[in-house]
């Protein structure tokens, strides 16, 4: 069975940086993009940032120079390097991983950015 787990989310100042990892149980080679996602209290879900087995990136603008998705395959790890934290990033962010197989989400974990 497929499973995400999130870890290393907290609290932070604005300007201050992240690290989040996701690890993945068991990663069926037809899951092939890996994604971040987020909620914030009271809004909708939002893409965050993706990464394809073809090594291609795409960030949504709010994050895009600020935060980085990276992956090991060897490892099943997906990671977000989040620097230069806003207040606007807090909310539960989510690991996503999707392909033919089928579409898999983690428990997601919490990031709070204080001013």
């Known amino acids: 069975q497929v499973q995400l787990v999130e870890s290393g989310g907290g609290l932070v100042q604005a300007g201050g940086s992240l690290r989040l990892s996701c690890a993945v149980s068991?990663?069926?080679?037809?899951?092939?993009?890996m994604g971040w996602y987020r909620q914030a209290p009271g809004k909708q879900r939002e893409w965050v940032a993706t990464?394809?087995?073809?090594?291609?990136?795409n960030y949504a603008h709010p994050v895009k120079g600020r935060f980085t998705i990276s992956r090991d395959n060897a490892k099943n790890m997906v990671y977000l390097q989040m620097n230069n934290l806003k207040p606007e990033d807090t909310a539960v962010y989510y690991c996503?991983?999707?392909?033919?197989?089928?579409?898999?989400w983690g428990q997601g974990t919490q990031v709070t950015v204080s001013s």
């Open positions: 996503r991983g999707w392909g033919t197989s089928g579409d898999y």
């Open positions: 068991v990663r069926p080679p037809s899951i092939n993009t």
């Open positions: 990464s394809t087995s073809g090594g291609s990136t």
